[in-house]
């Protein structure tokens, strides 16, 4: 079973109650957009991994986070769910959300929020694994995102366009600035002639 396969499992069974507390989503929706989330944030961490200096970051921030939150609904745990989610997704925080809300069928707000209570749970079980693990490096850091980013490829669901999920390199949930970069590749190549 795989880091994400566990983790969603977690989330799901163990922090379900709490998000419905916090988020106003019933166990439905909770049960569909807990592991999407999950699969978003694990993504994500895998392209970033791949920056040298990012997987650096990373992995001296995992030693700060090496036990889940005994509560997601405390505005602290959430707060820091923020800041962890503005390292992790820069400025596709609020596409990110977006996306998710859309998917979901719920208020962006209501994202933000369910994403910001799944970050410090998956902060916290990269930094229980590395603690297991007896520490890693940066390298076995990205390597373990890397497959853990394949995985929650996998895992999104079908609904989503497999198109989509091809254009989107950077796991932001928006193809937008990919879009928008591939225009102006073709735009520079056109010109170069």
């Not at 983790?7 to 507390?21: K, R, V």
């Not at 820069?90 to 933000?112: F, M, P, R, V, Y």
């Amino acid at each position: 079973m795989s880091l994400l396969d566990q983790l969603t499992q977690a989330i799901t069974t163990q922090a379900a109650p709490q998000a419905a507390q916090k988020t106003g989503l019933d166990a439905g929706q909770l049960e569909k957009l807990m592991p999407m989330a999950t699969a978003m944030m694990m993504s994500r961490l895998g392209k970033n991994a791949e920056n040298p200096q990012a997987a650096e970051a990373l992995n001296a921030a995992l030693d700060r986070h090496q036990s889940n939150p005994a509560s997601l609904a405390d505005d602290n745990v959430i707060a820091d769910g923020e800041k962890i989610l503005g390292h992790v997704f820069g400025g596709q925080k609020n596409n990110a959300a977006q996306s998710l809300a859309k998917i979901g069928g719920i208020d962006q707000g209501q994202a933000s929020n369910l994403m910001a209570m799944v970050a410090p749970m998956v902060m916290g079980a990269l930094g229980q694994q590395k603690k297991q693990q007896g520490g890693f490096d940066v390298n076995q850091l990205a390597g373990l995102l890397g497959q853990e980013r394949k995985n929650a490829q996998a895992a999104m669901p079908n609904d989503l366009n497999p198109l989509m999920k091809m254009l989107d390199s950077d796991g932001d949930g928006n193809v937008q600035n990919e879009i928008m970069g591939l225009g102006a590749k073709l735009m520079g190549n056109m010109f170069k002639r």
